[in-house]
Structures are given as structure tokens and as C-alpha cells.
């Protein structure tokens, strides 16, 4: 297998190592080189043994090039990143999840596998896996490896529940993610496994936490803060410290992908964070999402307009450009806003919210008093 990933990434080239975020860029004309190293079933060229023995302690001297790059061919799209929802069941039943329902509905391998090279072929290097709880689906082994295989690299969004399990741990040690973020929804076992509905939650998740920080992997932890775990919000930052690990905070609910406000009741008031002004994003430009049976939207919020991806294929793709312009235009209640210079909601968002029903104080900027807006 691989040691590292040679790959065009926005405009640019990198070297990649399988588990590590750290990249070092090249000229256009050293990844053709490399390539052709490949081909010739030359070594791996001192130019870059060098940099790679200092930067990973890898010693690549007189080591086949084939052997140890994958090179990636450029594509004529650039796809740099994805997410790929595998499933969106879980073993969970938080209250605040922007999926709503959870339903246990994928795809056959077959399909999985084309998706896969598809997003390979678009120029995805970066590949997020989540789901649902992604480690719970059955074809989460396969589609980590092949993914793997194909020269991503990878991040998997996890509640940690079935990191324990050899087969996903061992998987994950000998295929190293260059991240695994575990959601961190509490600090006792009494809020854990009453936020997650689920009884044994917290032992679940610390078994998969221990057995990852033991095997060396890769961890941030997401501090998921809503009304039922507040209170131990700096019991939790005391969790993270204690294994060394990064976090981000997360606490603003939002409403379920599809529009209805049911999460935004686990919304803890005095914990909501300002978000700083959108200016705009690259989703449908150079990210993409794709949903459980295949369907390929601009992100995860704005999933009104998508592509079957299993029908038309690398082609369809071309469409996303054009949804996301409409997408992140100010439309709706958002439009001729005096505010709009300022916002700090995207459109997408702010069309769930208004599709929720939700109050405009959580959402929108403007202090005084004004006709709620929604979508029918």
C-alpha cells in the first residue's frame, strides 16, 4: 500500500502522507515527474526523499516509486473536497441532529464503489465520512478502504460507540485518517446517555475514545453543548485536555436538513455563538456532498436542488456550479435586506430556518421588531 499521495489540489500540487494533515507543495512539473517515476518503474527521485525523511522521518531512499506513491491524475474539475453520508441511521437519538428521522437506507456496494471513483475522478482529495453514525453501517469497512485505495484522504465523523471493535480499529491503525472527530455530548454517564437517549452511551463512546488515544489515532473532539449538558461544559473541556487532544465547540442548533425546527428546542440560550460574517463559500465550486443513495448536492444544508449521481455520473457534476450561485443568493425574507453586508447566515441556512418556522432571533441580526418570514 502507499506510503503517500501525490495529488493537484486547487490549483496546486502536494504530497501527501495517509494520516497526517501536513502537506508539502511542488511544482506542477515535479508531480509529472513523479508520475512519470511511476510509469518508468523508476525510485522515488532524491528531490523529494529529502524533504519527506524531514518533514515524516520516512526514508524513501532506492524505494520503487510505484511502490510507494499513489500519484493522482489531474481531473478537469476541482472537487478538492467532499463529504459522503454512508448512512443515516445511528445508535444515537439526540434531539438537536439536523437529519431528523433517522432512516436506515444506503446503497449496494456496487453503487457505493462507483460513487467513490466518481468522486476521485471530480478531484477529491480531502473525503469526509459521516453519516448517521457511520461505523454502525456494514459497508463502512469497505467503503474506508476503497476510498483509502483511490489516494483520499480521510476524515471520519464518529460518536466513537464502535471504535473498540477490533476489526474498525485495527482498519483504522493500518489505514490511518488524517483526522477522527468523536462528538462529545457530555461528562457524566447521567447527561451522556440522557442527551443520546441511549443507555450505556457513555461507556460505549469512553471504550472507543480509550482504544483510539491508545492506538495513536488521529482525535478532535466536538463539543456538541446544548440545554440538557451545559452545565458540564468546562467538565468537558477538562475531558478533552485530559487525553491531549483538539476541540471545537458546537452550539448552535439548527433546524433538520429538510426544514422542520424540532432540534431547535435543545438550543442552550446562554451558550449560542456568534457567527462571524458570510462572505461566501466554496460549496458547489470545489466541495461537494453526497447523500446516502447517491444524490450530490453543493453541502449538507442545501440539499433542495441535487444531482443522481449514480445516473449521470461524473458529468452531472458540471450542474453544482450553477445551484450554488442561485443557492447563496439573498432571496425569500432575506431579500433587499439593510443588514445584508453584515449577515452572518448563509441563504441555504437561513432557508431552513424560515422553512422551521423559526424565530428571526435565531438567525437573523436585526434587533427590532419585524414580520416573521417563512417558506410554505
Not at 1 to 26: S, T
Not at 106 to 128: M, N, S, T, Y
Amino acid at each position: 500500500m502507499h506510503e503517500l499521495i501525490a495529488a493537484p489540489f486547487l490549483n496546486a500540487h502536494y504530497v501527501l502522507r495517509p494520516g497526517d494533515p501536513r502537506g508539502l507543495k511542488i511544482p506542477e512539473h515535479c508531480h509529472l515527474g513523479l508520475q512519470q517515476a511511476v510509469a518508468d518503474a523508476a525510485v522515488v527521485p532524491d528531490w523529494l526523499c529529502r524533504p519527506v525523511l524531514k518533514q515524516w522521518g520516512l526514508d524513501l531512499t532506492d524505494r520503487s516509486a510505484a511502490e510507494a506513491l499513489l500519484v493522482r491524475t489531474p481531473s478537469s474539475f476541482d472537487y478538492g473536497r467532499a463529504s459522503y453520508e454512508l448512512n443515516m441511521a445511528c445508535n444515537w437519538e439526540c434531539p438537536h441532529c439536523y437529519l431528523g428521522v433517522k432512516e436506515d437506507a444506503g446503497l449496494p456496494w456496487e453503487d457505493r464503489d462507483k460513487i467513490l471513483h466518481v468522486l476521485r475522478d471530480a478531484g477529491v482529495v480531502w473525503l469526509q465520512i459521516t453519516g448517521g453514525e457511520p461505523t454502525i453501517d456494514k459497508g463502512f469497512a469497505a467503503a474506508y478502504s476503497r476510498a483509502y485505495e483511490l489516494g483520499m484522504m480521510i476524515e471520519v465523523l464518529t460518536n466513537g460507540s464502535r471504535l473498540h471493535n477490533p476489526l474498525i480499529l485495527s482498519l483504522l491503525t493500518e489505514r490511518r485518517p488524517y483526522r477522527l472527530t468523536l462528538s462529545l455530548y457530555g461528562a457524566t454517564e447521567e447527561s451522556y446517555d440522557r442527551l443520546t437517549q441511549r443507555r450505556g452511551a457513555w461507556k460505549s463512546f469512553r471504550r472507543g475514545l480509550d482504544a483510539a488515544h491508545a492506538a495513536q489515532l488521529p482525535i478532535e473532539l466536538s463539543l456538541i453543548v446544548t440545554r440538557d449538558n451545559e452545565h458540564e461544559i468546562d467538565a468537558m473541556y477538562a475531558l478533552a485536555e485530559s487525553y491531549g487532544v483538539r476541540t471545537r465547540e458546537y452550539n448552535n442548533m439548527t433546524p433538520t436538513y429538510f426544514g422542520t425546527g424540532e432540534t431547535l428546542s435543545a438550543q442552550a440560550l446562554t451558550r449560542r455563538s456568534k457567527r462571524g460574517v458570510f462572505t461566501g463559500c466554496d460549496a458547489g465550486n470545489t466541495s461537494l456532498h453526497v447523500d446516502p443513495l447517491g444524490m450530490a448536492s453543493i453541502c449538507k444544508v442545501a440539499r433542495s436542488k441535487q444531482i443522481p449521481l449514480l445516473e449521470e455520473g461524473l458529468a452531472g457534476l458540471s450542474k453544482l456550479g450553477g445551484i450554488a450561485d442561485q443557492a447563496l443568493l439573498r432571496q425569500g425574507g432575506c431579500t433587499g435586506c439593510t443588514l445584508s453586508k453584515e449577515c452572518s447566515t448563509c441563504m441555504p441556512l437561513a432557508e431552513r430556518y424560515r422553512q422551521a418556522k423559526a424565530p428571526l432571533g435565531s438567525y437573523c441580526q436585526h434587533t427590532e421588531k419585524r414580520k416573521e418570514v417563512s417558506t410554505p
